[in-house]
């Protein structure tokens, strides 16, 4: 499983998040709807993961330890919250 | 089984039957872009499943076929008919893997093993090279010279992310691509990872992601379904990009974006903006027309070459800030202002004609499109045959209730004298009649299915059968959409496969016949449906050797088939319906493809149990025609099947009113009839036996007696029977030949045993 929940209530992403993780990962965004997202920890993240990340509405906690989404999502993450 | 195998099931078995068609068609028709296409989607989709119900060997086996339909799509390597014999083949296993997994829910123990051996014998087929490294990018379709539409988003991406795209821009790009990507929403389960797809594209200058449809709620959302567009420009080679999606390719847009186009890109420009740029350009024609009458010629057409040029290039129309930028050019050094306002004019008409596209052949690079044309989707519900029986038997309970109604009203009348209520309740009655009947119309229009699936798969039959036996036959399918009955339909496939193989087989000559009787050396077979009336017509023809009648004879008299004096006495029309007669072959040789002697007569059998006919026409060196003659929809009666005088009759269950025992005392006898009464009225008896002329049974004294009531048209009998076996719903095939004009009878059905069964015309036998 490289998605838990840890001590402080965080959801958090770590290593290779294969798409088997999206469902997990939606019912622990299910169950706490204020929790943050880590993707720190994060290597590869899947597009059905990713997904999963985008709809939650959450700003993840970064940067992502994915480089690639790093450099071409976060940014705009981070600018949605602004415009918002 | 779960619901997810389960559609995998219905869905591998109709991309079979798809890419099995499309093989054939691209054989015969030669590989056009579209044909490979659908055939590479159908095996890609296919592929994807498979690895979605975890069966890797098909998975591998399917992915050797997908790399080598990918070399024919590129022209590495031409389709030919040993690489299609691969491709079937490879389906064939496929559909017997599909029928084991729905059996068993697994693949057999030597899958593996099978599946290998398909993937070498597919790969067999790719040059040596392209054996080990993946295909090279598939050419996308290009249409030189014609006008690309550059899609909005472009625009919009390159307003808002214009800063950090130059920052990333390389020195030396010689083209641009916008990529759109829109994964379909089962992609994951086809192991796709579009984010993955989208890393691999090099030189990328700008990506964005988004839902396609706004997210659910967290509370609804479904994880596997994928909701999202990509999009990205990138100045890396087209072809590398073309690679990196060509699993893809109906999914993907990838557009060629002039530089100038990208470099110049202002702020999208709306349809308001456009009328402004109108007008500014509008405002500076104005200005040079009245411009020689001003001191300052070159400030004033100066400044409205300027200004227009700044205008287009706003308006992201680079080639016509160009245009006039240089007629600017030319009118300061000329001091005439008239070509400027020539090329305005001209701006003014290219504005108005193409708002939003951008002429494509004005620069080199970029040219070519890979869009997708939207398929109309054909939505179709799937609804098990068991549910749809369900409603044809209740649709049948209630005209059965429908017509107590009637009864009803007649007692009403007749027991209460209601006349009135009696009425209203006819009327009623009749306004449910028609509801009734429209409702069971309906209904059987729901069982009505076109036969083409039952044509495609005899093009794959025709195709094996003429290769196996080294002739050259194509078919011609025509009128597959006519519809009829689904019984009818699925037991026309065993006739319609005899024959289609007949004539393959015995049929045609072979092309060394065929060229030496001056026919074309390809022979064809058509076949075609179509609907005339009520009824639904199938003929089978072909341009073969036609069935000789003399040998015809001389092979019913050697088999026995016919005693000779009376094979001599028949026509040769006659003489060639023998073909049908059981045990009848003239095939020389027993071949394992037809010949048998089966064939024939068995087509006839299986088309008069659905109540059809089959006729046959030929020519001797001409050819043969097959003419089968069907109900549209199979009229089934519910019969009740009696024993009389030791034999058995059908009754209609319409007819009957009711059954009933009476001992012997209570059956009085009226002059030279006896009758019994029932409920208040006398019914006369009549023997079923002695009707038919049949011996009967002794009557015992003290042994109760078995009628049949039957009531038709006001008047009442009872019919005395040993005894009641069946109730049965059978398809009735009307009394032909000399027992046509025969009264009293309905017609004749099979009964499982094979017995024929004479069902009786109750309302006809009343006395």
Redesign the interface.
């Known amino acids: 499983m490289t998605v838990r929940r840890d001590d402080n209530g965080v959801i958090v992403l770590e290593g290779v998040c294969p ?1 088997e993780d ?2 997990p ?2 019912q622990m ?2 169950a706490m ?1 204020t929790a943050d997202i880590d993707w720190q920890a994060c290597h590869q ?4 993961v ?3 990340v ?4 959450r700003i993840p906690i970064g940067p992502c330890g994915d480089a ?2 790093a450099q ?2 976060a940014p ?1 993450l981070t600018q949605n919250e602004a415009a918002r | 089984m779960s619901a997810l195998q389960e559609q995998f099931v219905t869905e591998a078995r109709e991309l079979i039957s798809q890419a099995t068609d499309d093989l054939i068609v691209l054989e015969r028709d030669g590989a056009s872009p579209e044909r490979i296409d659908r055939v590479f989607r159908a095996f890609h989709t296919l592929k994807g499943s498979a690895g979605v119900v975890e069966l890797p060997a098909m998975s591998i086996m399917l992915h050797a076929a997908e790399d080598l339909l990918a070399s024919v799509r590129q022209g590495a390597i031409e389709s030919g008919p040993d690489m299609i014999d691969a491709a079937l083949a490879c389906l064939d296993q496929v559909s017997r893997w599909v029928d084991d997994f729905e059996a068993t829910g697994a693949l057999p123990a030597q899958a593996g093993e099978d599946g290998r051996i398909l993937a070498e014998r597919l790969r067999s087929f790719l040059p040596a090279a392209a054996g080990q490294q993946p295909p090279a990018p598939a050419a996308w379709p290009s249409t030189p010279g014609k006008v690309e539409t550059l899609p909005k988003w472009v625009a919009r991406m390159i307003a808002s992310e214009r800063d950090a795209m130059a920052a990333r821009m390389p020195k030396r790009a010689s083209a641009a691509f916008a990529i759109s990507y829109q ?1 379909i929403a089962g992609c ?1 389960y086809n192991g796709d ?4 797809l989208m ?1 691999q594209v090099p030189d ?1 200058l700008a ?3 988004e ?1 396609r449809e706004g ?2 709620l ?2 609804d ?1 479904d ?2 379904a ?3 567009r990509l999009r990205a420009i990138s100045v890396g080679g087209r072809d590398e990009i073309a690679k990196i999606f060509r699993l893809v390719p109906d999914q993907v847009q990838i557009t060629g974006i002039p530089l100038d186009a990208l470099a110049a890109i202002a702020p999208a420009v709306n349809d308001a903006d456009q009328s402004l740029i109108r007008a500014v350009i509008e405002a500076q024609c104005e200005l040079l027309r009245v411009s020689d009458r001003t001191d300052d010629f070159a400030g004033c057409t100066g400044a409205a070459a300027r200004v227009a040029t700044n205008a287009l290039r706003h308006a992201n129309r680079p080639q016509l800030a160009d245009r006039v930028q240089r007629a600017g050019a030319t009118v300061l050094t000329q001091h005439d202002a008239r070509p400027l306002l020539t090329a305005l004019e001209q701006v003014l008409v290219a504005l108005a004609d193409s708002p939003t596209t951008i002429a494509a052949d004005v620069d080199g690079p970029g040219t070519a499109a890979a869009s997708t044309t939207e398929r109309p989707v054909e939505r179709v519900l799937r609804v098990s045959e068991a549910k749809i029986e369900a409603l044809v038997n209740l649709a049948g309970e209630l005209v059965v209730a429908k017509n107590a109604l009637a009864h009803s009203a007649r007692r009403v009348e007749q027991d209460f004298a209601g006349q009135e209520v009696a009425r209203s309740i006819r009327r009623d009655h009749d306004a449910i009649d028609r509801l009734v009947a429209e409702l069971h119309g309906t209904i059987l229009q729901l069982r009505m299915v076109p036969v083409t699936q039952v044509f495609r798969s005899l093009h794959r039959l025709v195709r094996d059968v003429s290769r196996q036996l080294g002739k050259d036959v194509g078919l011609v399918a025509s009128g597959e959409t006519a519809e009829a009955d689904k019984t009818i339909v699925d037991r026309l496939f065993e006739p319609l496969v005899h024959l289609v193989r007949n004539a393959v087989d015995h049929g045609i000559e072979s092309p060394t016949q065929r060229r030496i009787a001056g026919k074309p050396e390809t022979a064809t077979i058509s076949i075609e449906a179509s609907r005339i009336g009520d009824r639904f017509l199938i003929e089978v023809s072909d341009d073969g050797r036609g069935i000789d009648p003399v040998v015809v004879r001389r092979k019913a008299s050697e088999k026995g088939l016919v005693p000779v004096d009376e094979l001599t006495a028949l026509t040769d029309e006659r003489v060639i319906d023998l073909v049908f007669a059981p045990g009848f072959s003239t095939a020389a040789e027993v071949s394992d493809i037809s010949g048998r002697g089966i064939g024939m007569d068995v087509v006839r059998t299986v088309i008069e149990q659905i109540g059809g006919r089959v006729s046959l026409a030929s020519r001797v060196g001409t050819g043969t025609t097959v003419r089968l003659d069907l109900p549209m929809t199979i009229a089934m009666s519910r019969i009740m099947v009696v024993e009389a005088g030791g034999q058995l009759f059908g009754i209609s269950m319409e007819a009957v009113s009711e059954t009933v025992r009476v001992t012997p005392d209570r059956v009085s006898r009226i002059k030279n009839n006896e009758g019994f009464v029932l409920r208040e009225r006398v019914v006369p008896i009549v023997s079923l036996a002695e009707l038919m002329n049949l011996p009967e049974r002794t009557k015992e004294a003290t042994v109760a007696r078995l009628f049949v009531v039957i009531e038709a048209a006001g008047r009442i009998a009872a019919f005395e029977v040993d005894a009641i076996r069946d109730r049965l719903d059978v398809v009735l095939k009307p009394m032909q030949g000399l027992l046509e004009s025969a009264r009293g009878y309905a017609g004749t059905t099979l009964l499982g045993d094979g017995q024929v069964l004479l069902v009786l015309d109750m309302k006809e036998l009343l006395p």
């Open positions: 798409v999206a469902e990962l939606l965004l299910q709807p993240l899947h597009t059905a990713l997904q999963l985008l709809a939650s509405g690639w989404v071409w999502l705009k | 994964p994951f990872d579009p984010l993955q890393r990328l990506f964005h992601i839902p997210f659910a967290l509370v959302i994880p596997y994928c909701n999202l």
